[in-house]
């Protein structure tokens, strides 16, 4: 433990946590990402800070709960002020670099959907500037720089670097066969007409029944996985290339399993819909179903539903299993990238020394009460991540840490092992001690924080949602009034059985409500540090 360790940090989008062969799925295979996991320790019980895209990637650069820093939904970049855990590194000695994915700041440029609260005619509304509880980021520049539109337009604009303390950028924009940025230019100087292999209007013919899935004639080698997994063994030679001793912190970043479902060339159908299990979840009567499960499950009847906001929708058996298939092939490349990526690591000689971890940034429904996506229902699906740490000094071969552990741990997790103190503002925990064997419980419940700009499920405002997790029990409160959620997870580990209102749980319902107040209290930010006395 004297010298340094490398790390590997491999990110997908947008995956479940048993969307993976050792985490126990009977038909997919994903034996290189399983490798990780025989060498190092699976937690099976790691849940996101919130299982949206934005707040959850500015948590694992932080280690801050999205209500601290402060990106709490999409469509908010995270400040450059914010400390993350690769400027600690850089500044540190690492050399850091991110490939793929990232998206700290917005993507699209279209105006928000969430609406401000109508303005009192009779008081002087304050300057634009002075509008927020902080001053407003600035519209241009610094938090301009992942919009797709700058990419596609500009050919000049470029990533301004250090990004948030990575000090070489190869951006993934987008998802799947629709992915931009660095890789969008990489594929202009590949291909002579790359809109043509891109989208639906492209699509080679296919059988498609999943909403938001065409089968692409993007090929393989040209495909955003592969490229995030070239661009990755590229720079690992280059590192290994380097005259110095410097350690490396890399993040590779892969842009799918997320939707739109487009895996290519042979991966669109190495997996058959009809060998796809379904959730037991997605039997749940219809009577049975929570109130914002059956508002859109009667959409989906009625012939209303809409599948183009990019939220949950509910699906029919055929939609679901078609979509499960093809996020299987997704992740199949995902897997055999790693493999080549992991092979790489071994030929340089750096596999001694380098730490491996893989994990995504929040679920998807996938089925789960026959909903598709994501969105504020906070079923295990969406909330609950694969989180796998492969250590070749600290690591028990083939372990699993069966307790609560959350992606608010990441950062203190690397900091320490990287022999460095954590800042003050600090919100997880380490969790060295179990990826070194111990079983003790880390946390005894975990948080998980939640807010939208749409009104999703029938609701009449934008949801805000909280969550505790703990051994046995999940409770989710909303900003709506008089409801919540309360799953026995012993007992209903599907959470098709809402306790709420169930009087035999009163006393549970309470403790549990009192064990959420009091972890939002913990969770509340202490930064910044007092300086003097009052």
């Given at each position: 433990m004297n010298k340094r360790p490398n790390f590997l940090f491999i990110i997908t989008d947008q995956q479940r946590a048993d969307h993976l062969g050792?985490?126990?799925?009977?038909?997919?295979?994903?034996?290189?990402?399983?490798?990780?996991?025989?060498?190092?320790?699976?937690?099976?019980?790691?849940?996101?800070?919130?299982?949206?895209?934005?707040?959850?990637?500015?948590?694992?650069?932080?280690?801050?709960m999205p209500s601290s820093h402060r990106l709490r939904g999409n469509g908010m970049p995270l400040s450059t002020d914010a400390t993350t855990v690769t400027e600690l590194l850089k500044e540190s000695g690492y050399r850091t670099a991110l490939i793929g994915k990232c998206h700290l700041q917005s993507m699209m440029s279209e105006a928000a959907i969430e609406q401000r609260e109508p303005r009192n005619p009779h008081l002087a509304p304050p300057p634009e500037f002075l509008e927020e509880a902080f001053k407003p980021h600035a519209a241009e520049g610094p938090y301009d720089q992942e919009l797709e539109v700058r990419w596609e337009s500009i050919p000049a604009h470029e990533i301004k670097l250090p990004y948030y303390g990575f000090e070489h950028v190869d951006l993934c924009i987008n998802h799947g066969d629709l992915a931009h940025g660095h890789y969008g230019r990489w594929l202009k100087e590949q291909h002579p007409d790359p809109t043509s292999l891109r989208g639906p209007e492209n699509a080679l013919p296919a059988d498609i029944?999943?909403?938001?899935a065409w089968r692409t004639?993007?090929?393989?080698?040209?495909?955003?996985?592969?490229?995030?997994?070239?661009?990755?063994?590229?720079?690992?030679?280059?590192?290994?290339?380097?005259?110095?001793?410097?350690?490396?912190?890399?993040?590779?970043?892969?842009?799918?399993?997320?939707?739109?479902?487009?895996?290519?060339g042979e991966y669109f159908d190495l997996y058959r819909p009809e060998d796809v299990e379904l959730p037991p979840s997605f039997h749940q009567p219809l009577d049975d179903a929570i109130p914002q499960v059956r508002h859109v499950r009667e959409l989906l009847d009625a012939g209303k539903r809409d599948i183009d906001i990019g939220f949950a929708f509910a699906v029919n058996e055929a939609e679901a299993r078609q979509a499960i298939a093809l996020t299987y092939g997704m992740i199949a490349l995902i897997d055999d990238s790693v493999g080549r990526i992991l092979a790489t690591l071994k030929e340089l000689g750096m596999d001694d020394n380098t730490i491996i971890i893989y994990t995504s940034d929040h679920g998807d429904f996938m089925g789960d009460h026959r909903l598709l996506l994501k969105g504020p229902l906070h079923y295990r699906g969406v909330t609950q991540v694969p989180f796998i740490w492969s250590d070749p000094t600290l690591t028990p071969e083939g372990s699993v840490y069966d307790k609560v552990s959350s992606s608010v741990d990441f950062v203190?997790?690397?900091?320490?092992?990287?022999g460095l103190q954590p800042f003050n503002g600090i919100q997880g925990k380490s969790l060295l001690g179990a990826i070194s064997g111990n079983q003790q419980a880390i946390h005894e419940s975990v948080l998980i924080e939640e807010e939208n700009q749409r009104n999703l499920f029938g609701e009449q405002y934008?949801?805000?949602?909280?969550?505790?997790?703990?051994?046995?029990?999940?409770?989710?409160?909303?900003?709506?009034?008089?409801?919540?959620?309360?799953?026995?997870?012993?007992?209903?580990?599907?959470?098709?059985?809402?306790?709420?209102?169930?009087?035999?749980?009163?006393?549970?319902?309470?403790?549990?409500?009192?064990?959420?107040?009091?972890?939002?209290?913990?969770?509340?930010?202490r930064s910044p540090f007092p300086t003097m006395r009052a």
């Amino acid at each position: 433990m004297n010298k340094r360790p490398n790390f590997l940090f491999i990110i997908t989008d947008q995956q479940r946590a048993d969307h993976l062969g050792c985490a126990g799925n009977p038909v997919l295979k994903t034996p290189h990402i399983d490798s990780i996991a025989a060498r190092g320790t699976r937690f099976s019980h790691f849940h996101a800070a919130s299982p949206l895209c934005m707040p959850a990637r500015a948590t694992l650069m932080t280690g801050r709960m999205p209500s601290s820093h402060r990106l709490r939904g999409n469509g908010m970049p995270l400040s450059t002020d914010a400390t993350t855990v690769t400027e600690l590194l850089k500044e540190s000695g690492y050399r850091t670099a991110l490939i793929g994915k990232c998206h700290l700041q917005s993507m699209m440029s279209e105006a928000a959907i969430e609406q401000r609260e109508p303005r009192n005619p009779h008081l002087a509304p304050p300057p634009e500037f002075l509008e927020e509880a902080f001053k407003p980021h600035a519209a241009e520049g610094p938090y301009d720089q992942e919009l797709e539109v700058r990419w596609e337009s500009i050919p000049a604009h470029e990533i301004k670097l250090p990004y948030y303390g990575f000090e070489h950028v190869d951006l993934c924009i987008n998802h799947g066969d629709l992915a931009h940025g660095h890789y969008g230019r990489w594929l202009k100087e590949q291909h002579p007409d790359p809109t043509s292999l891109r989208g639906p209007e492209n699509a080679l013919p296919a059988d498609i029944i999943a909403p938001e899935a065409w089968r692409t004639r993007m090929p393989v080698e040209l495909y955003s996985s592969t490229y995030v997994a070239d661009r990755t063994i590229d720079h690992l030679k280059q590192l290994a290339a380097s005259n110095d001793d410097k350690p490396f912190f890399l993040q590779c970043s892969f842009p799918d399993p997320h939707h739109p479902f487009t895996p290519p060339g042979e991966y669109f159908d190495l997996y058959r819909p009809e060998d796809v299990e379904l959730p037991p979840s997605f039997h749940q009567p219809l009577d049975d179903a929570i109130p914002q499960v059956r508002h859109v499950r009667e959409l989906l009847d009625a012939g209303k539903r809409d599948i183009d906001i990019g939220f949950a929708f509910a699906v029919n058996e055929a939609e679901a299993r078609q979509a499960i298939a093809l996020t299987y092939g997704m992740i199949a490349l995902i897997d055999d990238s790693v493999g080549r990526i992991l092979a790489t690591l071994k030929e340089l000689g750096m596999d001694d020394n380098t730490i491996i971890i893989y994990t995504s940034d929040h679920g998807d429904f996938m089925g789960d009460h026959r909903l598709l996506l994501k969105g504020p229902l906070h079923y295990r699906g969406v909330t609950q991540v694969p989180f796998i740490w492969s250590d070749p000094t600290l690591t028990p071969e083939g372990s699993v840490y069966d307790k609560v552990s959350s992606s608010v741990d990441f950062v203190p997790t690397v900091l320490e092992r990287a022999g460095l103190q954590p800042f003050n503002g600090i919100q997880g925990k380490s969790l060295l001690g179990a990826i070194s064997g111990n079983q003790q419980a880390i946390h005894e419940s975990v948080l998980i924080e939640e807010e939208n700009q749409r009104n999703l499920f029938g609701e009449q405002y934008p949801p805000r949602a909280r969550t505790l997790v703990d051994e046995s029990f999940r409770v989710s409160i909303y900003n709506n009034d008089g409801w919540g959620e309360l799953y026995d997870l012993k007992n209903d580990p599907w959470e098709m059985k809402n306790l709420w209102h169930h009087p035999d749980y009163a006393q549970h319902k309470s403790l549990m409500l009192e064990k959420l107040a009091r972890k939002m209290l913990n969770m509340s930010d202490r930064s910044p540090f007092p300086t003097m006395r009052a």
